[in-house]
């Protein structure tokens, strides 16, 4: 059973960092794409970065190329989304995606795995 843990969520103030944590469980990731999207309340779900198996492409939503950067560690099964200069529209449930197609070119990630969520706050 595959399953894909969220972490380091949290409530933050404009300006503030956070750092999220997505650990994977059940098969290996090393060899595919993962992201994050993130859903607001009353908005639809948002694509907010992925990164190719190698780490060598990589996409970012338009509001937050220059703020956030994804990575990962294939030996750990884990993806990271660090985010920096955290604003009030940053606002949201952010959730790690594992797995499926991922389509930079036209930003499109259609993931098969899915995490829980971790909330992310950000007070103005």
């Known amino acids: 059973q595959v399953q894909l843990v969220e972490s380091g969520g949290g409530l933050v103030q404009a300006g503030g960092s956070l750092r999220l944590s997505c650990t994977a469980s059940g098969r290996t990731f090393s060899s595919a794409s993962m992201g994050w999207f993130r859903q607001a309340p009353g908005k639809e779900r948002e694509l907010v970065g992925a990164?190719?198996?190698?780490?060598?492409?990589?996409y970012y939503a338009h509001s937050v190329k220059g703020r956030f950067t994804i990575s990962r560690d294939n030996a750990k099964n884990t993806v990271y989304l660090q985010m920096n200069s955290l604003k009030p529209e940053d606002t949201a449930v952010y959730y790690c995606?594992?797995?499926?197609?991922?389509?930079?070119?036209?930003?499109?990630?259609?993931?098969?795995?899915w995490g829980q969520g971790t909330q992310v706050t950000v007070s103005s």
């Open positions: 995606a594992a797995g499926g197609r991922l389509r930079i070119g036209v930003a499109k990630y259609e993931a098969d795995y």
């Open positions: 990164i190719t198996w190698s780490g060598s492409y990589t």
